[in-house]
């Protein structure tokens, strides 16, 4: 009997479908020579501090640095404490009983580094030596489903993945479990104050950001806005120069030649820039950039829109989800034209969809060299029906973006005028001359939002034009904005350096903080931990993640650079670099981290006494 695990019932459930199997057992589905079983997500986890002889929260225990790491089954909250989960010790009885009678294992859990832990964790905690291999598909559809069986790869072929996987689950336990009792224990804190290796750099991101709002000051200035007429066109200009005080934009502002005090020609054009250029189209998504996006248009968390992904993932109609990269290869650029061809229906893009049919296809998102364990998240081409509203937001915002980056380039012309009367004003205006990929959502471009002119008269070096309005302005200076969950993902991605090239951004992936999978993840631990809540759309530090930071804001746990070079040298563990040199780097950083703590924490808990949300 060839025994399949999945994740998940529900995959394991739509894989025995695929092949036929019917009959229904406890906890698996066997027909056709096939068992398939599943688990749920995580079965098992490191074990906990006590089970390596560290009872209770002592400081002589700390750091806690096992010889060996324990695996052990997931836990459940009762009124007795935390007790084995009954469901999770059903299971896996379930799958020894099938691994010792198989014939072939087969892994089908999600083809990446957690669903390689998730199984590999269940295969050395049952002592299973039996060979497996691995189905490693990109999509749910019944064909990648059967072409994946058909190119099984070896399980061997994936062991530094797991090497990867489970350096990241040590270190995490480490830094952790160490860094959290240390400053909880030197605090004198009743409650748990919880610290990660990626959660605090985090926090610390957050808290930075919103010190830096809260104490800023805003400074005052003056501008001059102009309206000139030209035919009957009117359009706007604003002073280069900024003035620090009233008198004197005052003074200059009586020297503008307008209408008004009997100037007719009040206005010399003194250059004229207009200059085309041409904008690419954007990128595929990949998972972060989708919850960025989905964040912006309709306010959804990281965490929401991942779920709504998994479920469009599992109902067949999206490609893998927790993707991190944002390009194809040709093997699957091969198949674009007929993925294009199922949206020529669609009541959004049917129009651009139908272009594209005969269109010549942009490549930009075509590099086989830039596509990690999955390519970029496109829609299989089966039709979806009867999506809720927010699984059709999700679904069009994949589908749409595939049309743009498959689409032409928008070509743009830049003008900018230079005027003098009394001092030198500047128009900006730009003028789309074909919209390209830009025609798919038909929306404003962000940075001609704010734009004073949406389009420009032709005019000429030398010529004179009426003033016909001006006005005085009083503006402030503004702080960075609060972060968001888009801003905050996008930040994530580069280790909170401020790039926005999306290009170099990519380029960085593998140093950010977390990774796509699981900074949803992240920002959910932060609230449940109250260490921020949502305003509105924006993050807020509560008190209690306020009074965290000042402890560890200048420790390195809290530095974003550094956890993003880790998260880079387990990436370098997946392509094959040496394990123990990371493992001993992270215990080294272990007592490092533990002793600052120990040291620090005193005086935190008066900090702690008010732990409300800080707004």
């Not at 109902?315 to 650029?333: A, E």
């Not at 919209?435 to 008269?457: H, I």
């Not at 990774?515 to 509105?536: C, G, H, N, V, W």
Request: some cysteine.
């Amino acid at each position: 009997m060839k025994i399949v695990i999945a994740e998940k019932p529900s995959v394991g459930r739509e894989l025995a479908k695929v092949f036929g199997a019917t009959t229904r057992k406890d906890g698996y589905i066997e027909g056709k020579g096939y068992s398939f079983t599943w688990a749920f997500g995580h079965l098992l986890q490191l074990a906990p501090p006590q089970e390596y002889g560290f009872i209770g929260w002592r400081r002589q225990h700390l750091p806690m640095l096992p010889a060996k790491f324990k695996l052990s089954i997931r836990k459940v909250k009762t009124k007795d404490g935390f007790v084995e989960d009954p469901g999770v010790r059903k299971q896996l009885d379930i799958i020894k009983k099938l691994f010792d009678e198989a014939t072939e294992i087969i892994v089908a859990t999600d083809a990446g580094r957690e669903g390689e832990l998730i199984f590999r964790y269940i295969y050395y905690f049952l002592k299973c030596k039996k060979p497996f291999k691995r189905l490693w598909i990109s999509s749910q559809t019944d064909e990648a489903i059967k072409d994946g069986f058909r190119n099984l790869k070896p399980g061997t072929d994936y062991d530094t993945l797991f090497n990867s996987a489970h350096c990241r689950s040590e270190s995490d336990w480490l830094v952790g479990m160490n860094a959290t009792q240390a400053l909880s224990i030197s605090a004198g804190s009743k409650s748990v104050l919880s610290l990660g290796r990626v959660q605090t750099p985090t926090l610390a991101m957050i808290c930075a950001r919103y010190i830096e709002s809260k104490n800023f000051v805003p400074q005052t200035f003056y501008q001059i806005a102009i309206q000139l007429d030209k035919d009957g066109q009117l359009f706007k200009a604003i002073s280069i120069a900024n003035f620090k005080t009233q008198p004197e934009a005052q003074e200059v502002f009586d020297k503008v030649q307008d209408v008004a005090t009997g100037f007719p020609n009040g206005g010399n054009i003194t250059a004229v820039e207009a200059k085309p250029r041409k904008e690419p189209p954007p990128l595929l998504h990949d998972l972060s950039s989708l919850q960025q996006e989905a964040n912006k248009k309709n306010g959804f968390t990281a965490d929401q829109t991942l779920n709504l992904l998994q479920n469009l993932y599992e109902s067949k109609l999206v490609s893998y989800p927790r993707t991190g990269s944002r390009y194809i290869g040709d093997d699957v650029f091969a198949n674009v034209p007929k993925l294009i061809s199922t949206l020529t229906d669609h009541p959004t893009f049917a129009n651009q969809a139908n272009f594209l049919q005969t269109a010549t296809l942009n490549k930009r998102s075509v590099n086989a060299k830039k596509v990690t364990d999955h390519h970029a998240i496109l829609p299989t081409g089966e039709k979806p029906y009867n999506l809720s509203k927010d699984h059709q937001a999700i679904f069009d915002m994949v589908a749409g973006r595939m049309l743009e980056a498959f689409h032409q380039e928008c070509l743009k012309e830049i003008t900018k005028i230079t005027i003098e009367s009394g001092s030198v004003f500047i128009a900006n205006g730009t003028v789309i001359r074909s919209a390209g990929w830009r025609s798919v959502f038909n929306e404003t471009e962000e940075e001609k939002k704010d734009e004073e002119n949406p389009a420009l008269p032709k005019v000429k070096v030398g010529e004179l034009l009426p003033i016909v309005n001006k006005a005085l302005l009083e503006k402030q200076t503004k702080p960075k904005p609060l972060y968001n969950e888009a801003s905050l993902l996008k930040a994530l991605e580069t280790s909170g350096k401020e790039i926005e090239d999306e290009e170099l951004r990519y380029a960085m992936k593998d140093s950010g903080l977390g990774t796509p999978a699981t900074r949803a993840a992240i920002i959910e631990t932060l609230l449940t931990r109250e260490y921020i809540t949502r305003d509105k759309r924006n993050l807020i530090p509560t008190s209690k993640g306020l009074a965290v930071y000042e402890v560890v804001k200048d420790k390195k746990i809290a530095q974003a650079e550094l956890t993003g070079q880790w998260e880079k040298r387990l990436e370098e563990i997946r392509s094959g670099a040496s394990v123990s040199d990371f493992k001993a780097e992270i215990a080294d950083y272990t007592k490092t981290i533990t002793q600052e703590l120990l040291l620090a924490g005193a005086g935190l808990s008066a900090q702690l006494a008010n732990d409300v949300a800080v707004v």
